[in-house]
């Protein structure tokens, strides 16, 4: 990245701010989604009166079906926005208990994404109820001392102490969303890799179809989750798969013929890269299926170490693409790390991608399209002070996608480049490199024989039949001497 200066020519940019040395983004407005009976409609109103502060400050967005417009399918736009509700408010009422749709099927779910950790409820109790044995009961109530709000001897006394209670959960999250302070994305795994519940509601969310049936033959299994049990009906899908085969393409390969794959273990390392300067560009980022349809709007995040003198420093880009399923993204040497410098042991890489579905992002997105952004990390012409903080702008800003809902990370991608001879591991050399993104089943049998690569078309494809493309998301990097001064 050619630096101006730190990132405040745009608006999105000035959103990005250091301090104290940790990464501080723009705060979007979270999500608050009431789940009410008809009955008590007058209440929610009143509620919403006190809670229209944080929506004037731009805390908080409400949402309830009151907001429903005439001619829209009423249950599926209510369903999309209990998925994707920051904050879930009970409004506990006998009448709230007494109706099946509240009870089962919206608290059931608000419940659900509560225990996967993606939603935090709160329960209101709006009037006396016995809710001692209900799902919500260890949840902290409010009002405070779970004091129903018709029995305060002012109702705008408890609906204001319900305000500041929902004040202090919005404060949190968004210290969570913003203040980020981690070296890697270890802490967030990969759809494949997530826990049963939280792994299940994801696809749900970018609008998965098979997801109802997931989950009704979920509720009739017995079988521990795992992508490989037949109750998993994603079992085929790309995006569930959490290995990777390296594959790497000579940098000296003719023409527009197929290219020969090779093992990434099975070439010679180049032992004259030792303590040279490469660039790292992305060339292919093929999408055979990630969760959801259509376009997909895509996150990849890049990790190098980069040797300098006798210490290693961590560095971070982040660039954004579209890309149709069943597609290419409308990318070729796209510069990533240009002027890295190899150390005697070699290169460690890291690549996570994250599908964002949340259309509140798209600002930070376009803000890596932007002209500061676009041309890589620039290592050799770049004052030095200034790699920390843009390197933590890229970790921040992936870290922070990753806490918003519709979002979902599903390729982590980690790879050691040295100069050994060990057939286990992959080697350093000028070319492309190719990261595949299969079922773990198949790392031990995995066969790059069986394939080839168009250098024109950027198709992996079966070497006896050129119509039979490579069924698997991948991504093709390239490595090559850095030539500048």
């Not at 908080?60 to 249950?75: F, H, K, P, Q, R």
């Not at 209900?134 to 319900?162: E, G, I, N, T, Y």
């Not at 005697?344 to 399209?369: M, P």
């Not at 089943?441 to 490579?470: A, C, F, M, N």
Request: aromatic letters at 8%; charged letters at 20%; proline letters at 6%.
């Amino acid at each position: 990245m050619h630096v101006r200066s730190l990132p405040g020519d745009t608006e999105a940019e000035k959103s990005l701010i250091l301090a104290r040395g940790r990464l501080f983004l723009m705060v979007f407005p979270l999500e608050v989604f009431c789940c009410y009976a008809r009955e008590d409609q007058d209440m929610l109103r009143h509620l919403k009166k006190h809670l229209a502060p944080l929506v004037r400050e731009g805390q908080i967005t409400i949402w309830s079906d009151i907001n429903l417009n005439a001619g829209v399918e009423w249950e599926k736009e209510l369903h999309q926005h209990l998925e994707s509700a920051d904050i879930i408010l009970l409004l506990i009422s006998p009448d709230f208990m007494d109706s099946d749709y509240c009870y089962s099927i919206e608290m059931g779910r608000a419940i659900t994404r509560h225990k996967a950790g993606s939603a935090q409820v709160i329960p209101v109790l709006l009037r006396p109820t016995f809710w001692r044995n209900a799902p919500f009961a260890k949840l902290q109530m409010v009002p405070r001392d779970a004091k129903p709000v018709a029995s305060w001897l002012d109702r705008d006394d408890a609906f204001h102490d319900v305000t500041v209670q929902v004040d202090q959960v919005v404060s949190k999250l968004q210290t969570q969303q913003t203040q980020l302070d981690v070296p890697w994305l270890d802490d967030v795994p990969v759809i494949g890799d997530l826990p049963p519940e939280t792994a299940a509601t994801r696809p749900r969310q970018v609008g998965e179809d098979e997801v109802e049936a997931l989950e009704a033959a979920r509720k009739t299994s017995s079988h521990i989750f795992s992508p490989g049990k037949q109750w998993w009906k994603f079992p085929d899908r790309p995006w569930v798969h959490t290995a990777h085969a390296f594959g790497y393409l000579s940098s000296t390969s003719p023409g527009n013929m197929p290219m020969v794959i090779r093992s990434a273990g099975n070439i010679p390392g180049d032992p004259t890269l030792k303590n040279a300067r490469v660039t790292i560009a992305l060339d292919r980022l093929r999408i055979a299926s990630y969760p959801g349809k259509g376009i997909h709007h895509i996150l990849v995040h890049f990790y190098a170490q980069n040797q300098i003198s006798e210490k290693t420093e961590d560095l971070h880009f982040s660039a954004a693409y579209r890309v149709r399923e069943e597609e290419h993204a409308a990318l070729r040497g796209y510069p990533v790390f240009v002027g890295l410098q190899v150390g005697n042991e070699g290169i460690r890489l890291g690549v996570r991608t994250i599908n964002v579905k949340n259309d509140q992002d798209e600002a930070l997105l376009t803000l890596l399209g932007s002209n500061g952004f676009k041309n890589g990390l620039h290592l050799t012409t770049m004052v030095q002070p200034a790699l920390v903080p843009l390197s933590e702008i890229a970790l921040g800003l992936a870290k922070m996608l990753l806490t918003h809902h519709n979002n979902i990370s599903v390729q982590d991608i980690n790879l050691d480049l040295d100069f050994s001879t060990l057939l286990t591991r992959p080697h350093l050399a000028e070319g492309s490199y190719l990261a595949i993104q299969i079922p773990q089943s198949l790392i031990s049998v995995w066969d790059w024989e069986k394939w080839v690569y168009h250098p024109v078309s950027g198709l992996v494809v079966k070497r006896d039949d050129h119509q039979q493309t490579l069924p698997y998301n991948y991504l093709v990097f390239s490595i090559c001497r850095y030539e500048g001064s």
